[in-house]
T-cell receptor, first 111, second 116 residues
Framework: LAKTTQPISMDSYEGQEVNITCSHNNIATNDYITWYQQFPSQGPRFIIQGYKTKVTNEVASLFIPADRKSSTLSLPRVSLSDTAVYYCLVAPNQAGTALIFGKGTTLSVSS | KAGVTQTPRYLIKTRGQQVTLSCSPISGHRSVSWYQQTPGQGLQFLFEYFSETQRNKGNFPGRFSGRQFSNSRSEMNVSTLELGDSALYLC???????????????FGPGTRLLVL
């Protein structure tokens, strides 16, 4: 399984755009990139998933370059409620795949 | 649709005891996975069940076991509890757990287990 590396922590202010980059140098051809968000004492929540180029939903955008060795989660205009841990996961599309969570990035948003 | 529910939400046990945690997946979901989350080790995969069969297993000792019922509800059991088993145990469900694209896993709120 591909190993992921992302910053341990990031700080931001309300209203700013936040970009969290994840590197996954040994990503395999059939691996997808998925981001989850977790608040304290809650289970992780799916944010966005992609394979290549750009994916956008109502919450975030995911940018994946052509070589797929990294990806960037973009959160537009963050608010205090976006303070959470963000996990980047890389996993193959196999049945029963276990999600391998790294340490994640703790995002702190201040007013 | 109701989300993933886990019971109990909090539990205190003593070393040597055993514990059973329950997870009810989202209606229609057939795959249930269990994870353990601790401050030191983070989120770690325990096992995954699909159609009452364990399909994938993480690197945990045999004291950790699970099962899935015909209605997709799942239970996990930890026998001979150790202090290090204190953790948040999370259950996640997904519709099929397979396919051409990874399915989203929906997590429950977790059961916080404290072993004294």
């Amino acid at each position: 399984l591909a190993k992921t590396t992302q910053p341990i922590s990031m700080d931001s202010y309300e209203g700013q755009e936040v970009n969290i980059t994840c590197s996954h140098n040994n990503i395999a051809t059939n691996d997808y990139i998925t981001w989850y968000q977790q608040f304290p004492s809650q289970g992780p929540r799916f944010i966005i998933q992609g394979y290549k180029t750009k994916v956008t939903n109502e919450v975030a955008s995911l940018f994946i370059p052509a070589d797929r060795k990294s990806s960037t989660l973009s959160l537009p205009r963050v608010s205090l409620s976006d303070t959470a841990v963000y996990y980047c996961l890389v996993a193959p599309n196999q049945a029963g795949t276990a999600l391998i969570f790294g340490k994640g990035t703790t995002l702190s948003v201040s007013s | 649709k109701a989300g993933v529910t886990q019971t109990p939400r909090y539990l205190i046990k003593t070393r040597g005891q055993q514990v059973t945690l329950s997870c009810s997946p989202i209606s229609g979901h057939r795959s249930v996975s269990w994870y353990q989350q601790t401050p030191g080790q983070g989120l770690q995969f325990l096992f995954e069940y699909f159609s009452e069969t364990q399909r994938n297993k993480g690197n945990f000792p045999g004291r950790f076991s699970g099962r899935q019922f015909s209605n997709s509800r799942s239970e996990m059991n930890v026998s001979t509890l150790e202090l290090g088993d204190s953790a948040l145990y999370l259950c996640a469900s997904s519709p099929m757990g397979q396919g051409s694209q990874l399915e989203t896993q929906y997590f429950g709120p977790g059961t916080r287990l404290l072993v004294l």
